[in-house]
């Protein structure tokens, strides 16, 4: 008995290992591993509320909203995630959560939609920090509306433009920007 339970021990360790393990199996190379901790730097030093100072969303111009938090970052997870929030306290409110994995700058998007895309930093500047689709999970259907890329803009230690693709019937469909810009009181 003891030797099969030995034995079952020693195929389910590695196995339930692997399950566990990042889906990219092979690490960044030294430059971009350089390059995502840099990348991770700016996010984490973006804690704070954001207002809303223009932008569009989906084709269509929002309003300036100078009274309330319309993103917020903080720094989680003993410093090894960033939380961001869109739409600070709407029905709407989107979470996404910036972490490092095997040297990759990745996000998760929670999106209000109820699907949740996966994204990878892409090449890029100092100034931008782009991400592409890696996966969408919970959605049953590739036609449907999902966010199909992201970009922070940095303007300035307090202006930022967030930028998000959107991807409808496998195509792009009409994306979103929002400026804003960080304040310790509105």
């Known amino acids: 008995m003891k030797s099969i339970i030995a034995a079952v021990i020693s195929i389910a360790t590695p196995l339930l ?3 566990c393990s990042s889906p990219q199996s092979v690490p960044a190379d030294a430059d971009e591993r350089s390059m ?6 700016l996010l984490t ?3 704070g ?8 969303r989906l084709g269509e111009p929002v309003e300036p909203r100078p009274d309330e938090p319309f993103m917020t970052y903080s720094v989680s997870s003993g410093g090894n995630s960033v939380i961001e929030k869109l739409f600070v306290g709407k029905p709407n409110e989107m979470i996404s959560i910036y972490y490092l994995d095997m040297g990759r700058l990745n996000m998760d ?3 209000s939609l109820g699907n949740q895309p996966r994204m990878v930093a892409a090449p890029g500047t100092e100034s931008m920090i782009s ?3 890696v996966a969408v999970s919970d959605m049953p259907d590739p036609n449907d ?3 199909s890329s992201h970009a922070l803009e940095l303007n300035g230690p307090e202006d930022m ?3 998000w693709g959107a991807t409808k019937d496998e195509k792009p469909s009409l994306g979103s920007r929002y400026n804003v810009r960080r304040m310790t009181q509105p």
């Open 17 to 19: 290992l692997t399950g």
């Open 36 to 41: 995502s901790e840099t990348r991770f730097e």
């Open 45 to 47: 030093s973006l804690a």
């Open 49 to 56: 509320e954001w207002y809303l100072v223009g932008g569009e």
């Open 109 to 111: 998007h929670y999106c």
């Open 131 to 133: 991400f592409e689709l």
């Open 145 to 147: 509306l999902h966010i």
């Open 161 to 163: 433009t967030a930028y």
